[in-house]
């Protein structure tokens, strides 16, 4: 199971890559996370919200979260989910 749920996460982290700017943007704007403690990370990491308004940024941030997240599938299909919709 742990083995499944690590290749979801590496394949996430590929796509994050492949999101357009406007798409990596909009999940760095809403991402479709609830933990209170990555979002309190990602909010330090980022303070001056540069993931809101620079693709790179905004990438390098959705996989801080990705990594960061739990790995259970409520979670792992979140995050596929919000990168699925932007296809």
Known sequence: MEK?????V???????DKLKPDDAISI?????ILEKKVLDLVEARDP??????????AKEIK???????????QTLNALEAAIKATE
């Open 4 to 8: 499944e749920r690590q290749k979801r």
């Open 10 to 16: 590496e394949k996430l982290l590929g796509e994050v």
């Open 28 to 32: 760095a704007t809403s991402p479709p």
């Open 48 to 57: 001056q919200n540069l993931r809101l308004t620079d693709p790179d940024a």
């Open 63 to 73: 996989k801080f979260i990705v990594v960061l997240s739990k790995r259970d599938d």
